[in-house]
């Protein structure tokens, strides 16, 4: 069974630009998560999607949206990029339902010059 | 909202040597996970554990969430367990995980 998987791994912007980072979930999985891990600041929740839906959102500016397409594939974008926007941006996918275990993708390293 | 605590921070060992790790959480949770970060920065699923104690290896863990705490155990360390090892929990089931700083683990030969 194949894992979450991430793409890119790598993407370098310049600051003011758009990103788009993109998850698939594990097949069977329909709640997608993304976190942002940057460097001192640890790992933080950023966004949950669940059967198309936004379910809750982390401590994070409008310029990080995101959505999740029928197939529970999900995509994470970031307006107006920042330098510290620089992390590694990992998405995790579960089961529905409540006291799931979440599994986690390789990541996407974003860094913004 | 709810904190989590991981120690120690930085652990260094011998290989073949066994080592604890601990997190303790401020508040009642739903889910409790442990995950090592390898090198290239994947999160490794090791327990997912509420409460009680599993068993995986050489690895093993304990929730007593009476106590709002638990403990990864890592018997006869080896260097591929290097990495970084965290505690994540989530107080409501089906929302976000809150994760601890995180365990520095090196293991030399």
């Known amino acids: 069974e194949a894992g979450v998987t991430q793409s890119p791994t790598h993407l370098i912007k310049t600051r003011g630009q758009q990103a788009t980072l993109r998850c698939s979930p594990i097949?069977?999985?329909?709640?997608v998560y993304w976190y942002q891990q940057a460097l001192g600041l640890g790992l933080q929740f950023l966004l949950w999607?669940?059967?198309?839906?936004?379910?809750n959102r982390g401590n994070f500016p409008p310029r990080f949206s995101g959505r999740q397409f029928p197939n529970y594939s999900s995509e994470l974008n970031v307006n107006a990029l920042e330098l510290e926007d620089s992390a590694l941006y990992l998405c995790?996918?579960?089961?529905?339902?409540?006291?799931?275990?979440?599994?986690f993708g390789p990541g996407t390293r974003l860094l913004v010059l | 909202g709810i904190q989590v605590e991981q120690s120690p921070p930085d652990l260094i060992l011998q290989e073949g040597a066994n080592s604890t790790l601990r997190c303790n959480f401020s508040?009642?949770?739903?889910?409790l996970q442990w995950f090592h970060q390898n090198p290239w920065g994947q999160l490794i699923n090791l327990f997912y554990?509420?409460?009680g104690t599993k068993q995986n290896g050489r690895l093993s863990a304990t929730t007593v969430a009476t106590e709002r705490y638990s403990l990864l155990y890592i018997s006869s360390s080896q260097t591929t367990d290097s990495g970084v090892y965290f505690c994540?929990?989530?107080?409501?089931?089906?929302?976000?995980?809150?994760f601890g700083k995180g365990t520095t683990l090196s293991v030399s030969s």
């Open positions: 508040d009642s949770v739903n889910n």
């Open positions: 995790a996918s579960s089961l529905a339902g409540q006291q799931e275990t979440q599994y």
């Open positions: 994540a929990v989530d107080p409501q089931a089906g929302t976000a995980l809150i």
């Open positions: 097949s069977g999985h329909t709640s």
């Open positions: 999607y669940d059967e198309g839906e936004e379910r």
């Open positions: 554990i509420p409460s």
